[in-house]
C-alpha cells in the first residue's frame, strides 16, 4: 500500500513538474516521462520482461537448443517416438538421453524444435505488423487528410473488412494465395489494416484543425511535409499501443490457421503447426500438445501486457 | 422507435453488398477451379465445359455476380457444387449446432464475466482484483484449439470414470438421436415444404428440442457434450467483458452522481447496482455485440478439435474445396447475422441510456 502511494506521490510530483517546469532545472520530455510511467507498471514490466526473454531465445536458438530444429535422432540415440519427457534431475534414468520436452513422432526434440519457433513467430508478428502499420497507417492519413469521395471509398472498402471475422477472411485470403507461412503472414496482415487505417484517420483528422498545422499551411509546407512532420508524430502514440497488441493478435491468428493446416508446412517449426500434427495424439502424448500451445499463449501474454502497460503509460488521461 | 430500426438496417445494406461482391470476387480469384476440384486433375475440357454449364459457371463473372445478387433476395442460396444438395439444406443441417455453440458461449463469458468485473472494480487494488485481472490476461492470450485439446485430454482422460468426466467431441452419445419435437407431437408436415424445413432447421437445436419435448436423457447428453467446446470458445470473449466491466465500472464510481447517492444515503449495494453498473454497461453491450466476429472464427477451430459438424468447419472445407455456393450463402447468413446483432445492440443502447432514445 505505502509503494502505491509514494508511486501516486512522484506522479503527481511530475504532473506539477511538467507542467511549471520548476522542480526540475531541466524539463523532462514527454517520452521520458511515458518512460517512467511505463516502468511503474508492474504488469507492462511483467510484458516487456516476457518479450526481452522470448527475443533473446530467438536470437540465440542455436546456442540454447541442444539439438538442430529438424533433427532426426532415428538411429543416433536410444530414443523412441513421442517419448515422455525425460529430465535427469528430476529423477529420470541417467542412462536414457535427456529430452526436457521429450520428441515428437519423427525423434526430434521437442524442446529445441520450440526454442526455434520463438523465431517464426517473433519474425511473423513483426512483419505482419509492420506491412500492416504501413499500409494502413498510409490509408488512413490519406483518407483522412484528402477527404471527400477518396475517404468515403477508403473507408468503406474497411468497413467491409471489418465486418467479417477475421479468422475466417484470412483463411479465404490464404485459399486465394495458397497455404504456407508467407501467405499467412500477408492475409493476417490485410484483415488487420482497417485497425490502423481507423486510428491514423482519426488522429489526422483531428491534427488537421490544430493551430500549429494552420501556422505550417500559413508557412507555405505542403501537404507531404505536414503529414511527415506534424501529424505522423503526433499519430505515433495510439499507433505503437495498436502495433504492440497487434503482434499479440498476428501471433495468435497465425497459430491458428497454422492449426487448420494453412499456416507453416512441415517440417517448420512452428507452434501452430507442431501442436495441429499432434492433435489426434493429444490423449496418448498430452506434452506435444501442451507445450507448443503454452509457448503461444506465453508469447502473446507477453505482447497483451506490453501493450497493455504503453497504452496506460501514453494515455494522458490517467496522468491524474 | 421504428424509424430508428429501419433508419438503422438501410445503413447496413451497402456494408452487406460490400461483402458479398468482396466474398464473391475473391472466390474468383482462389486457384483451380470448381471442376478441376470436383472432377480431378485429368477431366477432360468437354466434361469441364458440361460441368460449368451444369452450375452456371460458364457465365461470365459479373453475370454470375448479378444471378447470386438476384439469388440471396429471393432466398435461393442454389445447390453446393460437392454434395450436389441445396445450400439451404446444408444451413438446416450445420447453423443450429453453431448457433447453440455460440450462444453456449456467450451465455458462459456474460454470465461469468460481468460479475468477474464488477467483483475486481469492488476490491479494487486488492489481490483478488490482481488475480481476477492476471486471469483475464492470460484468458484473451490462450489459442482457443490449445485449450480444448487440453480440456479435452483432463475431462476426457483424467477424470474418466469420475462423475464430472464429459465427452471429447461430437455432438451425441453414439446411437443417440432425438426426436423432433414435431414428430413427438404428432403433427403431419408437408415433406419438402418451406414449413416443414422451418421446423427441421428448428428441431436441429438439439438441446432446445430435447428442452422442450422433456426427452431428458437426450437433453443431458446434448447438454454434455456441448460444455467443454462451449468454456473453449468463451474463454477470450468472457476475459474481454471482465476487463470492460472493471475499468468501465471503475470510471463510473468516481462520478459525481456516485457521491450525490451516497451522501443521499442509499446502501452501497444499491449505489452500484443501481447507479454505477447501470451506467457502465453501455460498453460492455458494445463489446458483447463485437464478440460475434471472434466466436465465428473461433467456432471453426472449436469444431475442428471437438469433431463437430457445424457452420465453421462446413465453410472451411468450402473454401478450401472452392465449393462457391456454399461459401456464399454461408456468407450472406454469417453476414446478416452481424447486422442483425449490431442492431440488437444499438436497440439496446435507447434502453440503457434514455438520452440515446431522445435523438
Not at chain 2, 480440456?151 to 432425438?178: E, H, M, N, Q, W
Not at chain 2, 426426436?179 to 438441446?207: D, Q
Amino acid at each position: 500500500m505505502s509503494t502505491n502511494k509514494t508511486q501516486k506521490t512522484v506522479e503527481l510530483l511530475e504532473a506539477s513538474a511538467q507542467d511549471a517546469n520548476l522542480l526540475t532545472e531541466q524539463p523532462t520530455s514527454q517520452w521520458a516521462l511515458t518512460l517512467r510511467r511505463f516502468r511503474g507498471r508492474r504488469s507492462g514490466m511483467i510484458g516487456l520482461g516476457i518479450v526481452a526473454l522470448l527475443v533473446i531465445v530467438a536470437i540465440f536458438a542455436p546456442l540454447i537448443a541442444p539439438y538442430p530444429p529438424n533433427e532426426v535422432l532415428i538411429g543416433k540415440e536410444d530414443v523412441g517416438p513421442r517419448e515422455k519427457p525425460c529430465v535427469h534431475v528430476l529423477g529420470c534414468d541417467p542412462e536414457k538421453p535427456q529430452h526436457i520436452l521429450g520428441t515428437d513422432a519423427n525423434v526430434r526434440d521437442e524442446f529445441s524444435r520450440i526454442i526455434y519457433g520463438a523465431r517464426v513467430s517473433l519474425t511473423l508478428g513483426f512483419f505482419t505488423v509492420t506491412i500492416a502499420l504501413f499500409v494502413g497507417s498510409f490509408l488512413g492519413a490519406v483518407a483522412g487528410y484528402v477527404g471527400g469521395w477518396l475517404d468515403n471509398v477508403i473507408m468503406r472498402i474497411m468497413d467491409v473488412i471489418l465486418g467479417f471475422p477475421s479468422l475466417l477472411l484470412a483463411i479465404a485470403i490464404v485459399s486465394v494465395l495458397g497455404p504456407g507461412l508467407r501467405n499467412a503472414l500477408i492475409a493476417i496482415a490485410i484483415v488487420s489494416i482497417p485497425a490502423y487505417a481507423r486510428v491514423m484517420r482519426a488522429q489526422v483528422l483531428s491534427i488537421k484543425e490544430t493551430d500549429f498545422v494552420a501556422a505550417s499551411l500559413a508557412l507555405g509546407a505542403s501537404a507531404r511535409q505536414i503529414l511527415i512532420h506534424r501529424v505522423v508524430p503526433n499519430a505515433l502514440t495510439p499507433l505503437v499501443v495498436l502495433a504492440t497488441l497487434g503482434v499479440a493478435t498476428a501471433i495468435l491468428e497465425a497459430a491458428g490457421l497454422s492449426f487448420l493446416g494453412l499456416g507453416a508446412q512441415p517440417p517448420l517449426a512452428e507452434w501452430g503447426s507442431m501442436l495441429a500434427n499432434e492433435r489426434h495424439t493429444v490423449f496418448t502424448s498430452p506434452h506435444l500438445v501442451f507445450f507448443p500451445g503454452l509457448a503461444i499463449m506465453i508469447t502473446v501474454l507477453g505482447f497483451n501486457l506490453m501493450g497493455d502497460g504503453l497504452r496506460d503509460a501514453l494515455d494522458p488521461a490517467l496522468n491524474k | 422507435m421504428l424509424s430508428f430500426i429501419t433508419r438503422r438496417t438501410l445503413l447496413a445494406i451497402p456494408v452487406l453488398i460490400g461483402i458479398m461482391v468482396v466474398v464473391f470476387l475473391l472466390l474468383r480469384a482462389i486457384p483451380g477451379d470448381p471442376c478441376t476440384a470436383m472432377l480431378g486433375e485429368r477431366a477432360t475440357e468437354e466434361a469441364c465445359m458440361r460441368f460449368d454449364e451444369a452450375n452456371g459457371l460458364d457465365e461470365p463473372v459479373f453475370v454470375q455476380l448479378g444471378i447470386y445478387m438476384k439469388n440471396v433476395l429471393t432466398f435461393n442460396l442454389g445447390d453446393s457444387i460437392r454434395f450436389s444438395r441445396p445450400v439451404m439444406q446444408l444451413l438446416i443441417e450445420r447453423l443450429p449446432l453453431t448457433t447453440e455453440l455460440a450462444m453456449s458461449a456467450l451465455a458462459i463469458a456474460v454470465t461469468v464475466g460481468v460479475p468477474l468485473g464488477i467483483l475486481a472494480a469492488r476490491k479494487h487494488n486488492t489481490i483478488v482484483d490482481t488475480a481476477t485481472m492476471a486471469f483475464a490476461n492470460v484468458g484473451v492470450s490462450m489459442p482457443v484449439f490449445w485449450l480444448g485439446l487440453l480440456l479435452a485430454y483432463l475431462f476426457a482422460v483424467i477424470l474418466k470414470d469420475t462423475p464430472i468426466s464429459l465427452p471429447p467431441g461430437g455432438r451425441l452419445s453414439a446411437g443417440v438421436f432425438p426426436v423432433p419435437y414435431y414428430e413427438a407431437w404428432g403433427w403431419t408436415l408437408t415433406e419438402g415444404s418451406t414449413w416443414a424445413r422451418f421446423h427441421e432447421y428448428v428441431a436441429n437445436h438439439y438441446i432446445f428440442n430435447t428442452f422442450i419435448t422433456a426427452q431428458w436423457p437426450i437433453f443431458w447428453d446434448a447438454v454434455r457434450h456441448m460444455i467443454l467446446p462451449a468454456v473453449a470458445l468463451a474463454t477470450i470473449p468472457l476475459a474481454i467483458i471482465a476487463r470492460i466491466t472493471r475499468s468501465s465500472l471503475l470510471e463510473a464510481m468516481n462520478k459525481d452522481y456516485i457521491r450525490t447517492a451516497r451522501a443521499k444515503g442509499a446502501k452501497e449495494r444499491r449505489v452500484v447496482a443501481r447507479h454505477a453498473l447501470r451506467n457502465s454497461l453501455l460498453p460492455v453491450v458494445t463489446i458483447i455485440g463485437l464478440q460475434l466476429g471472434l466466436l465465428l472464427g473461433g467456432a471453426v477451430l472449436t469444431e475442428t478439435v471437438f469433431r463437430l459438424a457445424g457452420l465453421g468447419t462446413a465453410l472451411f472445407d468450402a473454401i478450401t474445396g472452392r465449393d462457391y455456393p456454399v461459401v456464399q450463402g454461408f456468407t450472406v447468413v454469417i453476414a446478416a447475422a452481424y447486422v442483425v446483432v449490431n442492431l440488437f445492440v444499438d436497440l439496446s443502447y435507447g434502453y440503457l441510456d434514455p438520452r440515446i432514445r431522445q435523438k
